[in-house]
């Protein structure tokens, strides 16, 4: 499967943005879709997944309520929803994907076999 992150942009802190992540050569059915993030100068970190076939989602702490993700019924996109955006959110997103992936390491990039280009989110403040 291809992925391509879109929906990026320039922001002021506290607006929103919704990304994609659209699939190609394959659906999202039973995988499961991670979002990550890279600030320049660190690690890529986990943001939040999303099981196919469940809707299982996941999200990491520092989500704290803002962002939510989902998928649509064609099973080639998820979504990930940001509101009240800060500047420390500033970073590349990207999408991942796995069929095979467990649990317990879906917060890990190792964890995931796919991978978009990214797509760049900054937040003014």
């Known amino acids: 499967v291809q992925l391509q992150a879109s929906g990026g942009g320039l922001v002021q802190a506290g607006g929103s943005l919704r990304l994609s992540c659209t699939a190609s050569g394959d659906t999202f059915s039973n995988y499961v879709v991670g979002w990550f993030r890279q600030a320049p100068g660190k690690g890529r970190e986990f943001v939040a997944a999303?099981?196919?076939?469940?809707?299982?989602?996941y999200y990491a702490d520092f989500v704290n309520g803002r962002f939510t993700t989902s998928r649509d019924n064609a099973k080639t996109s998820v979504y990930l929803q940001m509101n009240s955006l800060q500047p420390e959110d500033t970073a590349v997103y990207y999408c991942?994907?796995?069929?095979?992936?467990?649990?317990?390491?879906?917060?890990?990039?190792?964890?995931?076999?796919?991978w978009g280009q990214g797509t760049q989110v900054t937040v003014s403040s």
């Open positions: 999303i099981r196919w076939n469940s809707r299982h989602t």
């Open positions: 991942a994907a796995s069929r095979s992936i467990i649990v317990s390491t879906y917060r890990n990039v190792n964890g995931y076999n796919y």
